[in-house]
């Protein structure tokens, strides 16, 4: 009968892949050969091996739920590229990248962030702007290349200009090859005997310069605008980073923006309510017409289409809501409040006594 893979493995039966793989890395820092000279873990690490072999490949895993077996070709090759590959195996006691060849230092220049202000028009129509960053700049006096005039940089000898250093060494799996940054050139794969004064041989200064934006309309406080190749400058005329532009826009008195839609209000006196009328508005694109229908009641919504703010996404712009908000008048004529008086009669409307007190009830009733 065969072992119980999942077992072995330490897991359950619905382990995930990731679970698996984790499993086996643990098992395998503590039974690879390397590691622990015991011969009886060098037998369990062979056997555990197998399992991940199995388990780790849809298929067989597969066979093995349904049959208790591998399979055929299973556990041909432990430790060989048949269980998930070789990377697998180096990762779990060496790290990731193992056997391959470990990250070079970047050359590329360092990222810039930038913050950039703008209104709600800016936002509406899209604005150049130009910004101050202060970043790395290519170095005036030798142009980037690190070393004084008339000199160039030499290949390292050391990793012969490729920027790695490589060794092998023999293990039970076969010849390991391992890389590593070159610590005599800084993984750069070259070298600098004659360093430009000014930048020591770096390529580069620490400086200010004005970059200009073009900021698309649409935009909102919260997005950012990459500038690939707008960084830093990198080392020794390798190429610049990127700028990051944070946009920050300004809040508006008169305008409430709700994605591409825009709000406002527009004070509309109750006889223009009640009988009808067309206003003027001023708007981001000019002066613009308002249409308020005859009874019209406060709070109503007039729609403006066409007059919000774009999409970034290339859709159209949003529309300009008008609030209509009806104004009372605080004070009266007595012309107006006689006016006022008649037309709540006509409707049958109760309304407050006229003030004034008793003189003023008097001189009305012998006016009357």
Request: proline share 5%.
């Amino acid at each position: 009968m065969s072992e119980d893979y999942y077992s072995l493995l330490g897991v359950g039966r619905g382990a995930t892949d990731d679970e698996i793989r984790k499993a086996y890395r643990a098992l395998a820092r503590e039974l690879h050969p390397d590691l622990n000279p015991d011969p009886a873990a060098e037998e369990r690490f062979k056997r555990v091996s197998v399992a991940y072999e199995t388990l780790s490949d849809p298929d067989k895993r597969a066979h093995y739920d349904r049959f208790g077996t591998a399979g055929a070709g299973a556990g041909a090759n432990p430790g060989g590229a048949g269980f998930g590959g070789l990377g697998d195996l180096f990762d779990a006691f060496f790290g990731a990248g193992f056997g391959g060849s470990a990250p070079r230092p970047s050359r590329t220049g360092p990222d810039a962030e930038a913050l950039i202000n703008l209104t709600l028009a800016d936002v509406v129509f899209g604005v150049s702007k130009t910004i101050s960053v202060r970043t790395a700049l290519t170095c005036d006096t030798c142009s980037g290349v690190g070393t004084k005039s008339g000199t160039a940089p030499r290949a390292c000898s050391a990793c012969g200009g490729t920027g790695e250093l490589r060794r092998a060494r023999q293990t039970i799996l076969g010849q390991m090859v391992t890389s590593s940054p070159c610590n005599v050139c800084r993984a750069t794969g070259e070298i600098v005997n004659d360093p430009c004064p000014t930048c020591r041989g770096d390529g580069r200064v620490a400086g200010t310069t004005d970059i200009s934006i073009d900021v698309p309309a649409g935009v909102d406080t919260g997005t950012t605008l990459r500038l690939t190749g707008r960084g830093g400058a990198g080392l020794r005329g390798a190429s610049a980073g990127d700028l990051y532009v944070r946009v920050r826009v300004a809040e508006n008195d008169r305008f409430q923006r709700d994605g591409r839609d825009l709000h406002t209000a527009l004070s509309v006196a109750f006889t223009q309510a009640a009988l009808g009328a067309t206003l003027k508005l001023e708007t981001l694109d000019g002066e613009r017409e308002v249409s308020v229908a005859a009874g019209t009641q406060p709070g109503a919504v007039v729609r403006l289409r066409g007059l919000g703010v774009p999409g970034l996404d290339q859709r159209p712009r949003g529309d300009l809501h008008v609030h209509l908000t009806v104004e009372v008048p605080a004070k009266l004529s007595q012309a107006e409040e006689a006016l006022l008086r008649s037309f709540a009669d006509e409707r049958g409307e109760a309304v407050a006594e006229p003030s004034g007190g008793l003189l003023g009830r008097f001189k009305r009733a012998f006016q009357g």
